[in-house]
């Protein structure tokens, strides 16, 4: 199957500061990603669509100021947790699947961890 | 609105003993239905699909037949192993939203002991 990729892979931050997740399709071109937040032990909730060129559209509840999307090229996604706080601790997934298709990639994750 | 509901785990079995997780949904026109799978330490795989009324998808010795009466999606497999430890997430795709939206149930965490 296609690979979509994370990086980082988990990362550790301070109160306040941004974090940016990125998140690459590797082998195939997506217009559409998707970004989803896992709590453990927990499903996956949507956060959000990111769509090439265009304005991420955020899920209800999800603050677009808190959490921005870019989508700059059809391989690349990346998700920019602004002034992060604890409560932002979580494990952050983004999916991608080829035009016209409803098959997602999955990426492997990233742990944000806000100390 | 949309909704998945799978059977709450942890499902605790012996290897090769028959498994199933039970998986209903509630949702407007003919959605397309998936079972992925979450590896201790990996991220989400699709196991299987199915995309209209009494389709079968199989994958590894697992399989689900999605059910339009009963609105259902079960997944069995006859024989698990070890190695078949991990989350199971069913899922629902409309065709009326973004090509790839999912709509997650909660997950069942199934451990199989030798």
């Known amino acids: 199957g296609a690979v979509v990729s994370q990086h980082p892979s988990w990362v550790i931050c301070k109160s306040g500061t941004s974090v940016k997740i990125e998140c690459r399709s590797l082998d195939f071109q997506a217009t559409t990603m998707f970004w989803y937040r896992q709590f453990p032990k927990q499903s996956l909730m949507l956060m959000a669509t990111s769509n090439e060129g265009s304005k991420a559209t955020y899920e209800q509840g999800v603050e677009k100021d808190k959490f921005l999307i870019n989508h700059a090229s059809l391989t690349l996604s990346t998700l920019t947790v602004t002034s992060a706080h604890p409560e932002d601790s979580s494990f952050y997934i983004c999916?991608?699947?080829?035009?016209?298709?409803?098959?997602?990639?999955f990426g492997p994750g990233t742990r944000l961890t806000v100390l | 609105g949309n909704s998945v509901t799978q059977m709450e785990g942890p499902v605790t079995l012996s290897e090769e003993a028959f498994l199933t997780i039970n998986c209903t949904y509630t949702a407007t026109g003919y959605p397309s239905l998936f079972w992925y799978v979450q590896y201790p330490g990996e991220g989400l795989q699709l196991l299987l699909k199915?995309?209209?009324?009494?389709d079968k998808g199989s994958n590894k010795g697992f399989e689900a037949t999605y059910r339009k009466e009963t609105t259902s999606f079960h997944l069995e497999k006859g024989s698990v192993q070890v190695s078949d430890s991990a989350v199971y997430f069913c899922?629902?795709?409309?065709?009326?939203?973004?090509?790839?939206?999912?709509?997650f149930g909660a997950g069942t965490q199934v451990v199989v002991t030798p």
């Open positions: 199915a995309t209209k009324a009494d």
């Open positions: 999916s991608g699947g080829g035009y016209g298709s409803n098959e997602q990639f």
């Open positions: 899922a629902l795709s409309r065709s009326t939203d973004s090509w790839g939206k999912l709509q």
